[in-house]
């Protein structure tokens, strides 16, 4: 079964700190790969997504993802992070174009520090 | 705008009741879904839709069933609501077989 790990459950970082969070799949084939965002209080959200093309990917409020695929990586990247980057974050992967085949990871709490 | 809407954000339930959660979607997607959203666990597939009146099981169906009698609704039926059910419940979307979501608000649901 495909699956989809992401290492950190917790990361804390001061503002202006450089983030990368790590997101690793299973599957061989053919995928499309997402970061989902869910900031307090709020629903989840699209964050950025990789269906082809260029595998370095840009989303909203300045994160991008690199989908490196000899290594089963979409890892999720922000050069400064602030405190509104607070949230929890989740890798998500679906294969073979079927919609029952989208796997999502634990998430990832990012507790951004003032 | 897309909007996946979910009837209701807090429940609180007793054990044994019957339990609806209700979610509308109005972008004409075929794929729906609904998970449960625990603390360190994720998300986790209960139930999928693909079509009208059409169904999957997910990772965790038991305790759980599902209606879809019309594309725009899809409705979460818990038959007996039991402790071990309280939770965070989201209703999704999905354009085409593409894996981009739409997720509506959540419905917290306590079971006491």
């Known amino acids: 079964a495909q699956s989809v790990s992401q290492h950190n459950h917790h990361v804390i970082l001061s503002e202006a700190a450089s983030l990368e969070l790590g997101c690793n799949y299973s599957?061989?084939?053919?995928?499309?790969l997402f970061w989902y965002v869910q900031y307090p209080g709020q629903h989840l959200q699209l964050l950025l997504k990789?269906?082809?093309?260029?595998?370095l990917v840009k989303g909203i409020k300045g994160f991008e993802a690199e989908f490196i695929k000899s290594k089963f990586s979409f890892n999720l990247r922000k050069p400064s992070v602030q405190w509104s980057d607070t949230a929890e974050y989740f890798c998500?992967?679906?294969?073979?174009?079927?919609?029952?085949?989208?796997?999502f990871g634990s998430g990832t709490q990012l507790t951004v520090l003032p | 705008d897309v909007k996946v809407t979910q009837s209701s954000r807090y429940l609180v339930k007793r054990t044994g009741e019957k339990v609806f959660l209700e979610c509308v979607q109005d972008?004409?997607?075929?794929?729906m879904f609904w998970y449960r959203q625990d603390p360190g666990l994720g998300l986790r597939l209960i139930y999928f839709?693909?079509?009208?009146?059409?169904?999957e099981k997910g990772d965790i169906p038991e305790g759980y069933s599902v209606s879809r009698e019309k594309k725009e609704r899809f409705s979460l039926i818990l038959e007996s609501a039991s402790t071990n059910q309280t939770s965070m419940y989201l209703c999704?979307?999905?354009?085409?077989?593409?894996?981009?979501?739409?997720f509506g608000e959540g419905s917290r649901l306590t079971v006491l």
């Open positions: 998500a992967v679906i294969s073979s174009g079927s919609a029952r085949q989208l796997t």
């Open positions: 599957y061989g084939g053919t995928v499309n």
């Open positions: 990789y269906f082809s093309g260029d595998p």
């Open positions: 972008m004409d997607h075929e794929n």
């Open positions: 839709s693909y079509d009208v009146k059409m169904k």
């Open positions: 999704a979307s999905m354009a085409g077989n593409t894996g981009e979501l739409f």
